[in-house]
């Protein structure tokens, strides 16, 4: 590949790259049936975010997928966006944005290389197999390349993996770590299996949330692939706009992400719902990869106790563990997780920032921000839901 001539182009929409061109790069493992690891970065997943307008005018999310071309061949791409604000990042720069248009900069627009509202772990830069080094370098100039010369403030490629986060500082971007909660299965054959490995106050607490979840009147059900139905995609709608509403005031995703989500992504998708004659009340959504299950959007159109619980996490333990699953993520937030077996990792982003005045003041403030992360993490860990005989001493 020494002296190959590579051609960076942008894409203002993910059929003119096309599913066979862009999975080739995204998801390789996948070529010949198999569930890739990512199902964020496919382009079934990708394409309906984009087609059901939950991405494009007036959502501040504009599509701008990069390629890298070398003798007529996509060896490398990218989902990159251009963005009018920081809304559905999840690794929040509003101060970044507050400091440099007090200073007199303008922050907004600028690049996001990333998974629209989705706080998941994965590859940014998607490679053939075999172009992985020089697909990689590609995209970052090429996207470094399309910021300085449309005079953007900034490039962020959130959620990326360690690698890439490796890769990057070496290239001079700027790394920013944070925290998540992961569940792992450690070979468990059962939920009680699972259970046993938790100290015993831990253990009984679980118990008794699982106990309390099941008085609602009803029963549980996992849904996948066929066995999902069109009225089953309008009661997670509703949840969905529900919590959405709650959260984040305007919900990111359109209703026509659902109906496109039946008719392309349903063998990727897990309903956890909880059912009362007929009825769904409350449900979470998952996304499903080949070593892991995606935590992504929960809801209720009525409030029982534990019920979140149960739902978000018990019941998807339990379908991990049965379907031989790595790993839960479980999204963005919340401490709550380590009583019930979710343990902090780190993640991480890369940032490019034209202005070397500001670029500096940031790499100052990431610095700590990667200790303090760090240290926090220690400490969680030490103070997690496992047994050792410290704990059961003092339980």
């Known amino acids: 590949m020494d002296g190959a001539q590579i051609e960076i182009e942008l894409h203002q929409s993910l059929s003119s790259i096309g599913p066979d061109t862009w999975d080739a790069c995204a998801c390789p493992e996948a070529i010949n049936g198999a569930r890739p690891r990512d199902p964020f970065t496919t382009y079934r997943f990708l394409s309906a975010i984009e087609q059901s307008g ?3 005018p007036g959502t501040g ?9 070398v003798d007529g061949q996509v060896i490398a791409c990218a989902p990159l966006y251009g963005k009018s604000h920081s809304q559905g990042e999840y690794v929040f720069d509003y101060s970044w944005a507050h400091a440099y248009e007090g200073a007199g900069g303008r922050y907004y627009p600028k690049l996001q290389m990333a998974v629209p509202f989705t ?17 990689q370098s590609a995209l970052v100039q090429g996207a470094v390349q399309v910021a300085s010369d449309n005079e ?10 360690d690698e890439e986060a490796d890769a990057g500082r070496q290239i001079g971007l700027l790394n920013r770590t944070g925290q998540q909660f992961h569940w792992l299965n450690n070979g468990y054959a059962s939920f009680d299996d699972f259970l046993a490995s938790l100290s015993s106050r831990k253990r009984k607490n679980i118990r008794r949330e699982r106990a309390q979840a099941h008085k609602f009147g009803g029963e549980f ?20 706009q529900d919590t959405g509403a709650r959260k984040w005031g305007t919900p990111y995703l359109s209703r026509e992400f659902f109906d496109i989500a039946h008719d392309t992504l349903r063998d990727d998708i897990l309903l956890l719902l909880a059912m009362r004659d007929g009825q769904a009340v409350a449900g979470a959504m998952n996304l499903i990869g080949q070593e892991a299950l995606f935590g992504r959007y929960w809801g209720c159109t009525e409030d029982h106790p534990c019920l979140h619980f149960e739902l978000c996490y018990y019941q998807a333990m339990d379908w991990a563990i049965s379907n031989g699953l790595d790993r839960i993520e479980a999204g963005a937030q919340g401490e709550h997780k380590l009583a019930r077996g979710y343990l902090p990792v780190t993640t991480h982003s890369l940032h490019w920032i034209a202005d070397p005045g500001f670029s500096d003041a940031v790499a100052q403030f990431l610095k700590a921000e990667r200790e303090a992360v760090a240290e926090e993490i220690e400490v969680l860990t030490t103070y997690g839901p496992f047994r050792n005989a410290h704990k059961e001493d003092h339980e």
């Open 221 to 240: 059900v996992a849904l996948s692939g066929a066995d999902i139905r069109p009225e089953h995609w309008g009661a997670m709608w509703r949840f969905y």
């Open 61 to 69: 999310w504009q599509p701008r997928y990069l390629t890298a071309r």
């Open 54 to 56: 939950s991405v494009g």
């Open 119 to 135: 706080p998941v772990t994965g590859r940014r830069f998607l490679t053939r197999p075999g172009y992985e080094q020089i697909g």
């Open 152 to 161: 953007l403030s900034s490039l962020h490629i959130t959620f990326c993996t």
